[in-house]
């Protein structure tokens, strides 16, 4: 199948997708990283959970799907898109430790996701030919799906300025919005593989309501169990109501916004070009704190070379 001609209008000017080598410090990050809110800074922390897993696995899916790609400009993206999510996968799973040091130790949870993604979503024992190939073509469908949602969190953060206002760390800020700066910045990468392998719009359909369901079920179970697991809260606990009232005040994404974004990913008409603004993406990645030392680290080491 072609590249769809979205995916040529939106691409033509953009350009090519790198992975920025990234590194944070957490020492100075307390436990509650948006003071005095810790329901908010928990529901946020899933991601450092769910996302190394799932980024892995992301990985291990496109080098798979590689082969079938007969454009060249998409398959350059395609390996971009593997860089930067391979470095998303690490930037996140550093932030473990601390989070142990601080008396919570998520151990339980990642080994549930871990569960899900290598062994639910993971390659299967299946002969070669056709049942081979719709299982990796579910899978590259169900990744288009869950990168709907990282492109609409990572919009979301970008103009989450509640968050600065209420005193939110710098530096959690900071790996948040460049994450969430190079999903939109790749937003339309796993949209345009899926249409270019396969674009079956039931697939498409039915993939997003497992991608859905997965991602509702994990990110509340992953709230509630940093609540009842925080070593400073005596009697911890996540509701839908507390996640609501955060997106009436702005420190979470808010609730009327998520369901609105379901029409929009299953109309027929439907391509991520129309979701965020690369532009203020790519305005994010060249004033990030991490993203410029990185720049600067990559140039110090070309110097000494």
């Known amino acids: 199948m072609a590249p769809t001609r979205q995916y040529i209008d939106a ?3 953009t350009p090519p997708l790198k992975a920025r080598k990234v590194s944070f410090s957490w020492d100075g990050t307390p436990l509650h990283w948006v003071p005095g809110d810790p329901f908010t800074t928990h529901t946020i922390n899933v991601l450092h959970m769910l996302l190394p897993a799932g980024e892995r696995w992301f990985v291990h899916v496109y080098k798979q799907v590689l082969p079938l790609i007969r454009d060249e400009r998409l398959r350059a993206d395609v390996i971009g898109f593997i860089g930067q999510e391979a470095m998303h996968s690490q930037a996140h799973d550093e932030v473990l430790p601390h989070l142990r040091e601080q008396g919570l130790d998520p151990t339980p949870y990642t080994a549930q996701v871990d569960w899900f993604f290598e062994k639910l979503l993971g390659d299967r024992t299946l002969p070669p030919g056709r049942a081979r190939r719709w299982w990796l ?3 590259v469908a169900i990744i288009a799906a869950i990168e709907h949602y990282t492109a609409f969190l990572g919009n979301w953060v970008l103009n989450a300025e509640e968050l600065d206002r209420r005193g939110a760390d710098p530096t959690m800020l900071d790996l948040l919005r460049w994450h969430g700066a190079e999903e939109v910045e790749h937003r339309s990468v796993a949209f345009d593989l899926f249409m270019h392998v396969d674009g079956s719009y039931r697939r498409r359909v039915r993939t997003w309501a497992t991608a859905f369901t997965a991602l509702v079920f ?4 992953g709230a509630r169990f940093f609540m009842e697991n925080d070593p400073t809260l005596t009697d911890g606990k996540a509701s ?16 009327g916004d998520m369901l609105r974004s379901i029409p929009r990913y299953l109309s027929r ?7 965020g603004c690369t532009e203020q993406a790519v305005a994010y990645l060249a004033s990030s704190p991490a993203a410029i030392a990185a720049v600067a680290a990559v140039a110090s080491e070309k110097g000494a070379a």
Request: aromatic fraction near 16%; glycine fraction near 10%; charge should be positive.
């Open 137 to 139: 073509l579910e899978r």
């Open 11 to 13: 691409m033509s000017n």
């Open 240 to 255: 839908f109501k507390q996640f609501y009232a955060g997106g009436r005040r702005g420190t979470l994404p808010a609730t």
């Open 218 to 221: 994990l990110w509340q179970r």
């Open 269 to 275: 008409d439907y391509h991520p070009s129309q979701e």
